[in-house]
């Protein structure tokens, strides 16, 4: 089938827009994940949902990130007035319930502020 | 200090060299542990998991953990050109619905 989808790939910004990601995840996972991979970076966790439920965003690194998922699906992740250093991958990933913790990533958006 | 060491290199083989990639981590609660290989401009793809200690092995690939040492690695027999990517250890201290702490990452060439 699928696997997770990401749109756009590449978004470019003027620093103090605000900006839109999109995920698909692959069909009935009900876990979701966004990462934050800065350049020579590994990814760094950001938001954690299970179905419509966002369970964990302590990795949001301000108020101007915000995720939802509001019907248990896709995804969407806005950064609000955004600054240059919010310049990174944005990677989306999603998981089976009945998996271990192996979780299937999208190919990213990456992000460029200018 | 992070909580998951990796050294970036690059490291370039030969083609058919045998290569070691390792990390090292803090957090002695972390008990599930990954091996992701990431190609240039795509995300990251599962290669190795295991849990707690000991030794799992894939085709060419060998993953090991020592949690005594809070040390993983993974070892890539008769490497190929089309291993050269990006390799990256991840770790979580539960199975499910917890993120993923992952290090920097190695990038590796094999040349043939």
């Known amino acids: 089938g699928a696997g997770v989808s990401q749109s756009p790939r590449y978004k470019v910004a003027k620093r103090g827009q605000d900006v839109a990601l999109r995920c698909d995840p692959i069909s009935g996972h009900v876990s979701l994940f966004w990462y934050q991979q800065a350049l020579g970076q590994g990814p760094e966790f950001l938001t954690y949902f299970q179905n419509e439920a966002q369970l964990d965003k302590s990795g949001l690194p301000s108020d101007r990130f915000f995720a939802e998922r509001p019907e248990g699906s896709v995804s969407t992740l806005k950064i609000q007035r955004t600054q240059q250093e919010d310049s990174a991958v944005y990677l989306c990933a999603s998981r089976d319930k009945s998996s271990y913790n192996e979780q299937f990533f999208g190919p990213g958006t990456r992000l460029t502020v200018l | 200090q992070k909580e998951v060491e990796q050294d970036p290199g690059p490291l370039s083989v030969p083609e058919g060299a045998i290569v070691s990639l390792n990390c090292t981590y803090s957090?002695?609660?972390?008990?599930?542990f990954m091996w992701y290989r990431q190609y240039s401009r795509k995300g990251p793809e599962l290669l190795m998991y295991?849990?707690?200690?000991g030794n799992k092995e894939d085709g060419r690939f060998t993953a090991q953990v020592d949690k005594s040492s809070k040390y993983i690695s993974l070892f890539i027999r008769d490497s190929q050109p089309s291993d050269s990517a990006t390799y990256l250890c991840?770790?979580?201290?539960?199975?499910?619905?917890?993120?993923?702490?992952f290090g920097k990452g190695t990038t590796l060439s094999v040349s043939s």
């Open positions: 295991t849990y707690s200690s």
């Open positions: 991840a770790m979580s201290a539960h199975q499910a619905g917890t993120a993923l702490i």
């Open positions: 957090n002695s609660a972390f008990q599930y």
